[in-house]
């Protein structure tokens, strides 16, 4: 055989490994936007927020509602049953998930880490101490100013697990401890995606938020749960979510 038909039996064999592992593989996405008029922020009037963290405005952030687009952030889309990973999820999660204390704040509000594969990093961006009381790792570390940690993570939960300050009690986020990849979180304007997901076996797609709990934001998503078989890519197009949900 020429090189040139060695090089060229090579090339096809790549492009169809390729499209073999990508037909394997496939993706979520939507958009959740609030059903109503846009609940106005709340600022933090603890006086530690105003003498620590002077000329800012810090509100709190249990509902998140973009005032343009509706779009509500910080839903966690995760999924809830037992599923292998796909080597692209694989390869795609870094080893490490950093959350900050930036600006009296947790950032990001809410985070996925794959246990057992991935560890948790607190880090500290202000000038001011903080510590990251994480009650399911049984961790409670004070991170000094441009200090970091790192905590290995192992175990499950079903459920988002609360991280909070008790030096700053208004400090809170959520973590999704999970044995599998695939969390997602909406951004400012209400939409996730989730890729690299496993096609051909039965998927049940969990939605949560702080305020809601299990969100129910359509009556067939019983305790706010989709379950799937994906034979490609899934687009849930725009959710609306009624403003009851976040009452409770």
């Known amino acids: 055989m020429t090189h040139h038909k060695m090089y060229a039996a090579t090339l096809a064999l790549l492009t169809a490994l390729c499209a073999s592992r990508s037909a394997n593989a496939a993706e979520i996405k939507g958009k959740f936007v609030?059903?109503?008029?846009?609940?106005?922020?709340?600022?933090?009037?603890?006086?530690?927020?105003?003498?620590?963290?002077?000329?800012?405005?810090?509100?709190?952030e249990n509902l998140v509602v973009d005032p343009t687009s509706?779009?509500?952030?910080?839903i966690a889309v995760y999924i809830r049953n037992d599923v292998a990973a796909t080597p692209e999820a694989?390869?795609?999660?870094?080893?490490?998930?950093?959350?900050?204390?930036?600006?009296?704040?947790?950032?990001?509000?809410?985070?996925?880490?794959?246990?057992?594969?991935?560890?948790l990093v607190f880090k500290n961006s202000d000038p001011v101490s903080h510590n990251s009381n994480f009650a399911f790792a049984g961790v409670n570390p004070l991170l000094?100013?441009?200090?970091?940690?790192?905590?290995?993570?192992s175990g499950a939960?079903?459920?988002?697990?609360?991280?909070?300050?008790?030096?700053?009690?208004w400090m809170k986020?959520?973590?999704?401890?999970?044995?599998?990849?695939?969390?997602?979180?909406?951004?400012?304007?209400?939409?996730?995606?989730?890729?690299d997901l496993p096609t051909g076996?039965?998927?049940?797609?969990?939605?949560?938020?702080?305020?809601?709990g299990y969100l129910v934001a359509k009556p067939e998503w019983e305790k706010g749960r989709l379950v799937v078989t994906l034979t490609g890519d899934?687009?849930?197009?725009?959710?609306?979510?009624?403003?009851?949900?976040f009452n409770k």
């Open 201 to 212: 076996v039965e998927l049940e797609v969990q939605f949560w938020h702080e305020k809601s």
């Open 34 to 60: 609030f059903d109503g008029p846009v609940p106005e922020a709340t600022a933090v009037t603890d006086p530690k927020a105003a003498s620590e963290f002077p000329g800012q405005t810090i509100n709190y």
């Open 70 to 74: 509706k779009g509500i952030a910080n």
């Open 90 to 119: 694989t390869a795609a999660a870094a080893p490490k998930v950093t959350i900050d204390n930036k600006s009296g704040r947790f950032d990001p509000h809410i985070v996925g880490v794959w246990s057992g594969k991935q560890s």
């Open 157 to 169: 939960k079903t459920l988002p697990q609360e991280l909070s300050c008790s030096i700053h009690p």
């Open 234 to 245: 899934m687009d849930l197009g725009e959710v609306k979510v009624s403003p009851d949900l």
């Open 173 to 195: 986020s959520y973590i999704v401890v999970r044995e599998n990849p695939y969390t997602a979180v909406t951004g400012k304007d209400g939409s996730f995606s989730m890729k």
């Open 144 to 153: 000094t100013p441009n200090s970091e940690q790192e905590i290995p993570i």
